[in-house]
């Protein structure tokens, strides 16, 4: 069972391995890999701090990493959903017996040595000096992997944090890989991608982004990972109220534990609309149990999550004021958004690639898609915000140092399937 769980997770993997490599030593090398989480003081007392152990934890079980906690009981900060809420650490373990079948979180350090250590706040000097160790940290808008443990920079705002959680997911996930290194496809390339990341920040929004609001009515195609993702991340923003609508006609399947961030296995089986929509809270979810095709009415604000091309294509055609896309291939995370006058979702996406229904991806780099998605949102909503000019964003999840180059704008594209206005123009243009 845990090998059909993480099916699509060894499918990426064998996307750098020789062709004969075993699916028994690739789930060994995901199984193996032994982390410490350690949480200290100054960052468990804040919601971004616990947000961005939570985060952590929760993407690299579904990893099937082994995870132990080396942590404080403390109260759990705000809402922290699948997390049932009481004490954080006793929370984890209960959801951690819910997730990947075979596996659990393990409170305190392991007997033997781990692989790594995170840490999350400041840091003992004497231990510090380890080269096993990674200090993470976080302020409002930006996580980052420090050179050192320093006291945490989060307070009440938790993007930032979801944010270093989601980085200490892909160190993870890149030394699983590292075990794999005699079966690597292209030895060179296979050094640079799953290589360590030096100290790298990544900032999601300025630090004047709007950080209370009532979201607009809005619309999410897709129940899948970035949809899980989406809700994930705005379920823990505090002062962010809102109501939407979440379209999918699917049941939850137990491939669908590796990358679906709100997904416990004790809802295998369930429509993913009515899964996401159990949580309560200050965001309001109303199930629709419906495939999004051409023609639906939808909201003035659309989030869409789902693989297939021509679906975004029905979904721009709707003429929605605003339209926030996600997606991803293989470790690639590809956000941006559409307003009325801007280049659409078919000048970016112009072609239908047929993906089959096994598409290899992970839970971080499914997680990425949607916090930058909900960060342009958000940026959106920012007062006197304009169009943005840096219409899409780019991030491969295993190498963030590129993240400074990754914002460029969308051109008009004359071949455009949806026939949105700049195309219309480009054309005229072209003749």
Known sequence: MLADALNRTMLLMRTDLVAETDDGEILAALTATRIVLEAREDALETHSGQSAFITAALLMARSGHEIWLDAPERAMIGFQPPLAGGDLVKSLIEVGLDLLPGRAFHHGRPAERADVTFVFGSGDPAEDRADNRIAMNAGGWAGSIDAQPTSWRGASWPMGGMAAGALAAAEAFKLAMRRLRGRALAPD???????????????????????????????????????????????????????????????SALSNLNRNALLVRSALGERKVDDLARFGGDLSVHPEPVRFVEGMPLADTVLIGVDDIPSRWAAQRAGSPWLGVGATESFNVLVSSHEPDQACVGCLHPMDDGLGDAIPTAAFVSFWSGLLLVSRWLRELTAASPAHVDQQLFLNALRPESWAYGATPVGANAACPVGCRASTAARLLAA
Request: proline share 5%; net charge negative.
């Open 189 to 251: 390339y296979f050094d640079l991608l799953y290589a360590p990341c030096a100290a790298v920040e990544v900032r999601l929004a300025a630090a004047d982004t709007l950080e209370s609001a009532d979201l607009p009515n809005f619309d999410l195609i897709s129940g899948g990972a970035i949809a899980n993702a989406v809700l994930f991340v705005l379920h823990r923003l505090p002062a962010i109220k809102g109501t939407g609508r979440v379209l999918d006609d699917d049941r």
